[in-house]
């Protein structure tokens, strides 16, 4: 893989092409939060351009807004030089403009050609689903771009990548214009991946837009012509792949400066608590070994999917370790289950509060007593006043909003959820706790507040794991940082090593070039 | 939240109240205090094997085997009787409860265990019971003359101006409303209804958890299929067929969400009594039996649409409890 080595000014787009998909000035606000503010992207017919951003800087909310799931605030779209407003995803899809998503949306009970027809089939004279011919096109459109498919298999036999397959297919059926596609690689394997890359290129060929959002630098450098950056929903710049080199893009990227406020903390890591060896698992991660001490935030950043979550959840006894050992204050324990794993002092806040955190129809109290009931009853009945009580102490020290404690936690909103989860894992008195993305999709004020209580938590002797994707809270809050990619770890970071270049390299996977 | 769920309970108390002014006012005997006594006692049955079935719907489940088991509990019983009539009814009592307990746990086991959806599990286990009858008795009945006068005599005689049975339905409605309240399985039954991954993360074993909701409802079951068999002095293998779905209706009309994790025990005895009644007032006041199953439809359905009007009223609370988070803020 060669790049040009000149690094020019950002922002220079290409004369002569018209762009085939143009959005500018586009605005969107979600309560609380700025996703979008005065972007602007550019599609060429016949060219990749590659979105490129953090976690959260807005790729995903310009990719539902570019397919009509999301209406902007402000701004404007022009399919081939023509305002248009994308009222619904329908009207998106019929201007020509398919997304393939990161978990394909696709029918695994239907054949793969029904699957590319579906909505659109064609019909004999009488409105029926004519199947000979729905199965000839789907054939046809697989010869086209290759796959190795019958029309007839059901979609739930295929793959991973078949099913890209198919969903590129249908996007074909529905002669897209311009094709999205949002992270295709992740879970392919190299063959599958270079199969793919043949395939944009026939896309190319055929004279459609493709946007490809990627966090890997080098395909992004093997397949696309040209570039776009967002960070924190602004656009930083856009150009082409020949004259920018990886450090540019970094650079972007990340920022140089980092404008949230992070509560001062005095580092003064204690003993030994938790020390992980050899830690592995047969398909998630191996070779897994950190050491975490007593009042210190050790931050795990990698890119989605490194296996940072798997390695936490087999700590808490969710999914077992192949091998390895787990030294709790210097003593191997072994962790079967996540009632073992409170008992000996580890609790893990998951990421995926709805799912995994509260328990949507029991009051605000019972969900913060559920893991600490033995503490809460005598000889094995419940003592409401004593639930109360716990709840009330650990609820009032995270300034939780509420109007009462039996009120229902799926009326709070999500920053006091995730506060009432939080209160319910300190209430078990733990030792670590393992905080997973803890600020992810709440808003500037909640996280500030999330931020201060867990350098509290430190400064009172808890020690916390943090697994973050978000470079301003990974570098605001940690004492050490362990970077995962491809369920190994890359690096360790600390003190002067630990800057937003040397994060982005590891987890992507970048050599130690020099910028 | 609390008032809410009181008002849900709230009305289906006051359509219970409507449904005897109703009926008084074509045959007011019908609401004299001897004949609600009898129409609770009667209603009984129902009422204990909806308290164990909202424990299984609370956890996500569901367990269709109740009226089998009852009848194969019911059916080694009375055999066990007309082999043994000296045998004490308190030891004929603990045995049922045991066997329906075993049966329930076996449930539990093959959910547990095997992860098999329960509403497999339990119409298998519900027709295998069911075979076993007939296996047991060769399709023969146990008949009132083959049973000793105090097996029969138990569930009947009064305690206190109450029937034993109808004390029996009293005394489990207590026991399982207390559970449910001030237990930790209890608290774990809602939260492995509620929301399992959660359940999961806080250590708590969801398939543990409705192994144990299983094993309740069965011995619910067994001791009910005892109180079924000496109360109209006979046994045979269809006794009780299909009514594991009145049991289920009774939940569902008593504002236990299918779902899981939503619903109150009191929401279950009403619903229980509001079948009851029905049942019970029909043949008085001169109305087709099939009328009760129409009527009973109509209030599942009006039950189940209630808790869907008010699942949506819960998110409009968002705004004002937001609001008045703003307020206090």
Same mark, same amino acid.
């Given at each position: 893989m060669q790049m040009s080595v000149e690094s020019r000014q950002f922002g220079a787009p290409a004369a002569g092409d018209e762009p085939i998909l143009a959005l500018s000035g586009i605005?969107?606000?979600?309560?609380?939060?700025?996703?979008?503010?005065?972007?602007?992207?550019?599609?060429?017919?016949?060219?990749?351009?590659?979105?490129?951003?953090?976690?959260?800087?807005?790729?995903?909310?310009?990719?539902?807004?570019l397919t009509g799931i999301y209406q902007p605030d402000a701004g404007e779209i022009r399919v081939s030089g023509e305002p248009v407003h994308f009222a619904t995803a329908q009207d998106a899809a019929a201007a020509g403009i398919t997304a393939i998503h990161q978990e394909t949306v696709l029918f695994d009970e239907l054949t793969v050609a029904e699957n590319i027809f579906i909505g659109h089939a064609p019909r004999s004279r009488f409105g029926l689903i004519d199947w000979a011919r729905m199965r000839q096109q789907a054939r046809d459109i697989l010869t086209r771009i290759d796959a190795d498919l019958e029309p007839d298999m059901l979609l739930r036999d295929l793959g991973i990548a078949s099913k890209h397959l198919v969903a590129i297919a249908r996007a074909l059926s529905a002669e897209a214009r311009v094709v999205v596609m949002d992270e295709p690689t992740a879970a392919l394997s190299h063959k599958e991946i270079e199969e793919l890359y043949d395939l944009v290129e026939r896309l190319k060929s055929e004279g459609r837009a493709i946007l490809f959002i990627s966090h890997k630098f080098d395909e992004i450098f093997r397949i696309a012509d040209r570039y776009t950056v967002f960070r924190d929903g602004t656009h930083v710049g856009s150009g082409l792949m020949s004259e920018v080199n990886e450090a540019d893009l970094v650079r972007m990227m990340v920022g140089r400066d980092v404008d949230q406020i992070f509560p001062q903390r005095q580092k003064s890591p204690g003993d030994e608590v938790l020390q992980v060896v050899g830690y592995s698992h047969p398909t998630e991660f191996a070779d897994i070994g950190f050491t975490l001490r007593r009042g210190e935030i050790l931050g795990f950043y990698g890119l989605v999917g490194a296996g940072r979550s798997e390695v936490m959840q087999s700590l808490v006894g969710i999914t077992r370790p192949s091998k390895g050992v787990v030294k709790i204050d210097g003593t191997i324990k072994v962790i079967r289950s996540p009632a073992d794993a409170v008992s000996n002092g580890i609790v893990y806040v998951p990421e995926d509060r709805g799912k995994q955190g509260a328990v949507i129809g029991l009051p605000i109290y019972q969900n913060v007593t559920l893991p600490s009931l033995s503490q809460t009853s005598r000889n094995g009945f419940l003592r409401l006043a004593e639930e109360f009580d716990l709840a009330r102490h650990y609820t009032? $020290?995270?300034?939780? $909003?509420?109007?009462?404690?039996?009120?229902?936690?799926?009326?709070?909103?999500?920053?006091n959820q995730q506060k009432v989860v939080i209160a319910k894992w300190l209430a078990t008195k733990p030792k670590v706790i393992i905080l997973d993305e803890p600020t992810k999709g709440i808003d500037i004020g909640s996280k500030a507040a999330v931020h201060a209580f867990m350098a509290e938590l430190a400064a009172e002797g808890l020690s916390v794991i943090m697994v973050s994707s978000e470079i301003p809270e990974i570098m605001g809050m940690s004492d050490r940082v362990i970077v995962m990619r491809e369920g190994l770890i890359a690096a360790e970071l600390e003190g002067d090593a630990l800057t937003p270049e040397t994060l982005v390299r590891h987890a992507a996977g970048i050599g130690e070039k020099q910028p | 939240m609390m008032t809410f769920l009181k008002s849900r309970e709230a009305m289906l108390g006051a359509a219970i109240l409507l449904l005897l002014f109703l009926i008084a006012s074509r045959f007011p005997a019908f609401v004299a205090p001897a004949n609600l006594v009898r129409v =609770?006692?009667? !209603?009984?049955?129902l009422l204990i094997l909806a308290l164990g079935q909202t424990v299984v719907i609370l956890t996500r489940c569901i367990d269709l085997s109740v009226a089998a088991n009852l009848a194969l509990t019911g059916m080694v019983c009375a055999m066990l009787n007309a082999a043994m009539p000296g045998l004490p009814v308190a030891a004929?009592?603990?045995?049922?409860v045991a066997l329906g307990a075993f049966m329930g746990a076996l449930n539990g086991l093959l959910v547990w265990k095997l992860a098999i959806p329960s509403i497999v599990v339990t119409l298998g286990t519900m027709t295998i019971f069911r075979g076993i009858i007939f296996l047991i008795s060769d399709g023969a009945w146990v008949n009132a003359h083959e049973m000793s006068a105090s097996f029969t005599g138990f569930p009947r005689s009064t305690v206190l101006g109450l029937p034993v049975l109808a004390w029996f339905g009293l005394l489990v409605a207590v026991l399982v409303a207390v559970m449910i309240a001030r237990t930790p399985l209890g608290r774990a039954f809602y939260?492995? /209804?509620?929301?399992?991954? *959660? *359940?999961?993360?806080?250590?708590?074993?969801?398939?543990?958890?409705? =192994? &144990? #909701?299983?094993?309740?409802? /069965?011995?619910?079951?067994?001791?009910?299929?005892?109180?079924w068999v000496a109360r109209y002095a006979?046994?045979?293998?269809?006794?009780?067929? /299909? =009514?594991?779905?009145? +049991? +289920?209706?009774?939940? +569902?009309?008593?504002? %236990?969400?299918? #779902?899981? /994790? *939503?619903? !109150?025990?009191?929401?279950? %005895?009403l619903g229980a009594l509001f079948l009851g009644i029905v049942k019970n007032a029909l043949p008085v006041v001169d109305i087709s039996? =099939? &009328?009760?199953?129409?009527?009973?439809?109509?209030?599942?359905?009006? *039950?189940?649409?209630?808790? +869907?009007?008010?699942?949506?009223?819960?998110?409009?609370?968002?705004?004002?409890?937001?609001? #008045?988070?703003?307020?206090? #803020?």
């Open positions: 605005t969107k606000t979600f309560p609380g939060v700025k996703a979008l503010s005065d972007v602007s992207l550019d599609l060429y017919p016949g060219q990749v351009t590659a979105l490129i951003g953090e976690n959260g800087a807005g790729k995903s909310t310009i990719v539902k807004t009032q $020290r995270l300034d939780l $909003r509420a109007a009462a404690l039996d009120q229902d936690v799926g009326n709070l909103s999500g920053g | =609770f006692t009667d !209603t009984s049955p004929i009592l603990l045995l049922a939260a492995v /209804g509620g929301n399992p991954h *959660a *359940a999961i993360y806080t250590g708590i074993d969801v398939g543990k958890t409705q =192994f &144990w #909701a299983f094993t309740l409802s /069965g011995a619910l079951a067994g001791l009910t299929g005892y109180l006979v046994a045979y293998v269809d006794i009780a067929g /299909g =009514f594991e779905l009145e +049991v +289920v209706a009774a939940c +569902v009309i008593g504002g %236990i969400s299918i #779902a899981g /994790g *939503a619903g !109150t025990i009191l929401g279950t %005895i039996p =099939f &009328w009760q199953m129409a009527i009973s439809g109509t209030a599942i359905i009006v *039950a189940v649409t209630l808790n +869907v009007r008010n699942a949506r009223a819960k998110g409009r609370i968002i705004l004002r409890s937001a609001q #008045a988070e703003g307020a206090t #803020a």
